[in-house]
């Protein structure tokens, strides 16, 4: 590694108008990330024009702040009001509400906010010292390593999301099943019921607004109806004193220390793996960090380390997305994609070369996620203020005002009309479900994760027709022996909770 | 509304931290002016619908160009490129929109469906086609009026260097050999779509039974090299626009050029003509309307095109991307568009359609 070109890149990084779009981006990114359905991928593409007439750094950096920006962004209304900005803060809802609820929004915001940023400097060290040797051993994934990887954050995904272990199967089950719907990995229609719209599926977004945010309006629809709100309280909102425990957050991330660079590790190497994505690497962490807590029980009722472990890993991913991106040319998802977009256009091509042709570009990258962390650090603790006071109005406001934005950027998303619709039908399923106390988290898991599964494991009897194959290679047995184990545990766990109950009631 | 009632609180509130409020406000706003930016670029097109006598005129507001592939991809950045030259050429700003998913056909369909007044167009390539054939929807290239063509990519058959060093496998007619053989190829493609035709069309011409590979579907080319660098796969359709690195480095060794001409930038490669198999078929990426578009229309929207494809800078432009400025009018455009879908309803069969 040759210093004298990283330098050049802080020195390049360092420069005002670099700054400027790095901090730009976070703050849009953020933006985009805290409102369901403005995705950072979305604000990416917005800016991708903007990069035409931009410098190839510079055009990169911005992205790299409205990813980073994003990435984090999600935790606040996931955190404030139980609907998750992006798919893969839906893990942070479990903890960070709760805490809300109890009247601490400030401090777990905090949390999620350090840890986030906490996350993004571990991934990029990772990306920036251990880079090639990920990708290399992320090659040794193939598609029956990823199906039971997958496998694997399925079974988590029910034991974690609920008391009711088979209320988070049937709800788990439900997104698989909805995941069905649309083109089979082996290219036949399937499901579409005979209307055309359906033949592309349902694609998350639309379907995570509906059953958080829809479902919510229903919910305080309900609330109003039974008891009216009292008028005139609500003017007090900017006026109230919010105070943040500065002071108590930083306690509680370094008291969670081992579970954040836990969480960032599994992050950033899920984050690195083509198809497996930001949410099993959320779920996954969420778990470990259950598992390695003493005070497993206050898990999902409002412990700092769900947030520590869903931000850190959360952000952690953008590391591990750059890895493959840089090291072999291949985008690990939509958002990198773009980017690999803007360069070409400036004619760079990524792909295996790219370290040796553009060493100054390469490393601007790691100085860019650096910069974008501490973009994310200031911007957010600034605006902490502010956004606790979310929180403070009134629902009747704040629930449509969200709804409004969400479906337009669920319209804006792959602009069709067919998409509000989705929103509106799982506005209602998501109501019906809540009113049965079935978790909603699974339906979206079941449903990101549903069509990446069934795609590997084409792939893998395409390549091969012999199901052995997922039990003779080591990696892909490890993750679907983990994954017995995690669903055994899972089975006492409730058993002796439900017990436990029982001996409190009698 | 909402921000009415932001507004009206703010006069009603006379004392507190006023910082506080503008600041609220502001992010309010900004958020707003994003989301309207967001649907804005989406929705002007479709608001109006034109005045087919009035075509005179054309264009009077902004033209939607559909992309019906993610952001990003090879066809959505050589679109969006063009477009930028062709909007100049026409006076009205050219809005790239992509709506992706389901083999293409939900972008096409959206066009397909639209009113026929050139101002929702489609740009797109073979895809339309092989979704026909392949059973996605009922409906081809016959369901649009073709403008004009834009640009050919010739794609590249390539194995990876383990396979190609452990078979002795550096040309087509190598491959060809190895499979007549009967060994096993896994080779990687995206099901129903354009490089799924290049392969088997290519294998047919050369006698071989296009069946006899083993296919492992990918969505996309992506993934396709990420298999290919893991040894997953052994071989796949690349071209050069993707693949450059990947044969700079060595790790991909191209077996032909699927074009009538070598490639400027690998003049190493032999076209497969060269190689003994009559068979040249390259992407070719243009612009299709609904059907029902005025003549008058169609002609502008592609005069726009042919004028904005002799400028030389962005002739560079897309031969740097790894395709080739290849401009036809609408109605060689059409004869093309007949022809190769002739070629390809012939061969659906032995695609595993």
């Known amino acids: ?140 994934f193939g598609p029956w390593e990823i199906f039971s990887l997958i496998v694997f954050a399925l079974t988590l995904v029910a034991g974690l999301s609920g008391a009711s272990l088979s209320k988070g199967l049937l709800a788990g089950s439900l997104g698989l099943l909805i995941g069905t719907i649309g083109i089979s990995p082996s290219g036949q229609v399937r499901f579409d019921f005979g209307i055309d719209q359906l033949a592309s599926g349902f694609s998350p977004i639309p379907v995570l607004i509906g059953l958080f945010a829809l479902s919510t309006l229903f919910i305080n629809i309900e609330e109003i109806k039974q008891n009216m709100t009292k008028d005139g309280q609500d003017i007090s909102i900017l006026k109230q004193k919010v105070k943040i425990p500065y002071f108590q957050v930083i306690k509680d991330v370094y008291k969670e220390k081992w579970n954040v660079i836990r969480s960032s590790v599994i992050g950033c190497f899920v984050g690195c793996l083509p198809a497996a994505g930001a949410e099993s690497a959320n779920f996954i962490s969420y778990d470990q960090a259950k598992k390695f807590s003493k005070e497993k029980n206050k898990y999902g009722e409002g412990h700092p380390g769900g947030i520590v472990a869903s931000e850190s890993s959360n952000n952690a991913v953008a590391g591990g997305a750059f890895i493959p991106t840089i090291t072999l040319g291949i985008p690990g998802d939509v958002a990198q994609a773009v980017m690999i977009g803007a360069l070409i256009l400036h004619g760079i091509t990524p792909g295996p070369g790219l370290f040796n042709t553009q060493p100054i570009l390469v490393n601007s990258i790691y100085v860019a996620i650096f910069i974008s962390g501490i973009a994310v650090l200031v911007l957010q603790t600034l605006l902490l203020p502010l956004l606790t006071r979310i929180t403070l109005i009134p629902k009747t406001f704040l629930v449509p005002s969200i709804l409004f934005l969400s479906t337009v950027g669920a319209f804006a998303l792959n602009n069709r009309l067919f998409d509000i619709w989705i929103v509106f039908f799982f ?5 019906l479900l809540y009113k049965i106390n079935v978790p909603l988290s699974p339906v979206i898991l079941g449903l990101i994760l549903g069509p990446t599964l069934e795609a590997e494991m084409t792939r893998a009897f395409q390549m091969n027709s012999e199901i052995s194959v997922f039990f003779t290679r080591p990696i892909s047995l490890l993750f679907l022996i983990l994954a017995v184990i995690s669903f055994v545990v899972t089975i006492i766990q409730v058993r002796k909770q439900n017990k436990d109950k029982e001996q409190l009631n009698v | 509304m909402f921000i009415r009632y932001f507004v009206s609180k703010n006069t009603s509130m006379k004392r507190g931290s006023f910082i506080m409020k503008k600041a609220m406000l502001g992010l309010l706003m900004l958020v707003m002016l994003a989301a309207l930016a967001a649907c804005g670029s989406s929705n002007n097109a479709t608001a109006e619908t034109g005045d087919n006598g009035e075509t005179t005129s054309f264009p009077e507001k902004s033209i939607k160009l559909v992309i019906p592939y993610p952001p990003g991809g090879g066809t959505d950045v050589l679109f969006r490129l063009v477009a ?94 190895y499979v007549e053989e009967g060994n096993k190829v ?146 060689d455009y059409k004869t093309h568009l007949e022809e190769l879908d002739s070629k390809m309803s012939e061969l659906a069969p032995k695609m595993e359609f």
């Open chain 1, 1 to 140: 590694m040759d210093i004298s070109v990283i330098l050049q890149a802080f020195q390049g990084a360092l420069q005002p108008l670099m700054l400027l779009f790095i901090f730009t981006g976070v703050f849009f990114g953020i933006i985009a990330g805290c409102i369901p359905g403005f995705t950072f991928t979305m604000a990416i593409i917005l800016a991708f024009p903007f990069t035409f007439g931009m410098e190839p750094v510079q055009g990169l950096a911005l992205m790299i702040g409205i990813y980073i920006g994003g990435l984090s962004g999600g935790l606040i209304s996931g955190t404030l009001l139980g609907i998750p900005g992006t798919p893969s803060s839906v893990v942070t809802t479990f903890d960070g509400y709760p805490m809300t609820k109890k009247g601490e929004s400030a401090r777990a915001l905090g949390i999620g906010i350090l840890s986030s940023v906490f996350g993004t400097f571990i991934g990029a060290i990772i990306l920036f010292l251990l880079g090639p040797l990920v990708a290399k051993v992320s090659l040794l």
């Open chain 1, 427 to 431: 506005g209602i399923v998501g109501f």
């Open chain 2, 186 to 331: 896994t080779w990687a493609y995206t099901v129903g779509s354009e490089d799924h035709y290049t392969i088997a069309a290519l294998l047919d011409a050369a006698g071989v039974d296009p069946r006899s590979l083993n296919y492992v579907s990918y969505d996309g080319t992506g993934p396709q090299y990420a298999a290919i660098l893991a040894n997953q796969v052994d071989g796949m359709t690349g071209d050069y626009a993707s693949g450059k690195g990947y044969f700079d480095e060595g790790t991909l060794v191209p077996l032909g050029m699927v074009d009538e001409e070598r490639n400027p930038f690998l003049p190493d490669v032999p076209t497969i003509i060269e190689q003994g198999t009559d068979f040249a078929v390259t992407v070719d990426r243009g612009i299709l309307a609904p059907k029902g578009t005025p003549e008058e229309v169609k002609e502008i929207i592609s005069d726009a095109f042919e004028k904005a494809l002799e400028n030389p800078e962005l002739q560079e432009k897309i031969e740097e991307l790894g395709s080739f400025p290849h401009y036809m009018d609408t109605e």
């Open chain 2, 84 to 177: 930028q030259y062709a909007e100049e050429e026409l006076g009205q700003t050219i809005v790239p929109t992509n709506m992706a998913g389901a083999t293409a056909t939900v972008g096409s369909r959206s066009v397909k469906d639209a009113d026929p007044d050139g101002y929702t167009i489609l740009g797109t390539h073979q895809v339309v086609a092989t979704a026909e054939h392949t059973g996605v929807v009922d409906y081809g290239f016959s369901a649009f009026d073709p403008v004009n063509l834009i640009t050919s990519t010739p794609h590249i058959p390539s194995v990876s260097k383990a396979f190609s060093e452990e078979n002795g496998i550096e040309n087509i007619n190598d491959l060809i050999e």
